[in-house]
């Protein structure tokens, strides 16, 4: 049960983190969906993800492990289409600058490479948040 509280915690920062950064992720119901679209992440997560892996094995076996990012883009589609109020758009960076570096301005040429993109990011954060916290 703690796992899944820390989980849930994790990946609700993650969301609202994401979509105040940058456009592409929108909750119909602002704070409300953004926390259902957490929990719906957080037990597709536990228990979706480890059958697409499964399903994924000889991809991942060819590939040597590369695109394992493919299930968090797969779980992500799915928590999109049963999830009436989260839906992801193209993704659209403003751009950053600051002091020390500057990140240009990016926007993804199709909702796939959203997808794709978009569970890069959720899974990079989510790593260095769990990583964090341990």
Same mark, same amino acid.
């Given at each position: 049960?703690?796992?899944?509280?820390? *989980?849930?915690?994790?990946?609700?920062?993650?969301? &609202?983190?994401?979509?105040?950064? !940058?456009? =592409?992720l929108?909750?119909?119901?602002?704070?409300?969906? +953004?926390?259902?679209?957490?929990?719906?992440?957080?037990?597709?997560?536990?228990?979706?993800? #480890?059958?697409?892996n499964?399903?994924?094995? #000889?991809?991942?076996?060819?590939?040597? =492990?590369?695109?394992? @990012?493919?299930?968090?883009? %797969?779980?992500? /589609?799915? !928590?999109? +289409?049963?999830? #009436?109020?989260f839906? %992801? =758009?193209?993704?659209? /960076?403003? =751009? /950053?600058?600051?002091?020390?570096? *500057?990140?240009?301005?990016?926007?993804? #040429? *199709?909702?796939?490479?959203? &997808?794709?993109?978009?569970? +890069?990011?959720i899974?990079?954060?989510?790593?260095?948040?769990? @990583?964090?916290?341990?």
């Open positions: 049960m703690k796992r899944i509280i820390r *989980s849930f915690l994790i990946q609700a920062g993650i969301l &609202y983190l994401i979509s105040t950064a !940058v456009s =592409g929108s909750f119909a119901d602002g704070v409300t969906g +953004l926390l259902i679209t957490a929990f719906a992440l957080t037990l597709a997560g536990l228990f979706l993800k #480890p059958i697409i499964l399903l994924l094995l #000889p991809i991942n076996l060819i590939t040597f =492990g590369l695109l394992r @990012w493919l299930t968090s883009a %797969v779980v992500l /589609f799915v !928590v999109d +289409l049963v999830l #009436p109020q839906s %992801v =758009g193209i993704l659209q /960076f403003a =751009g /950053f600058t600051s002091e020390l570096f *500057s990140l240009p301005a990016f926007s993804s #040429p *199709s909702i796939v490479v959203s &997808y794709i993109l978009f569970s +890069l990011i899974s990079l954060l989510t790593s260095l948040l769990y @990583w964090l916290v341990k």
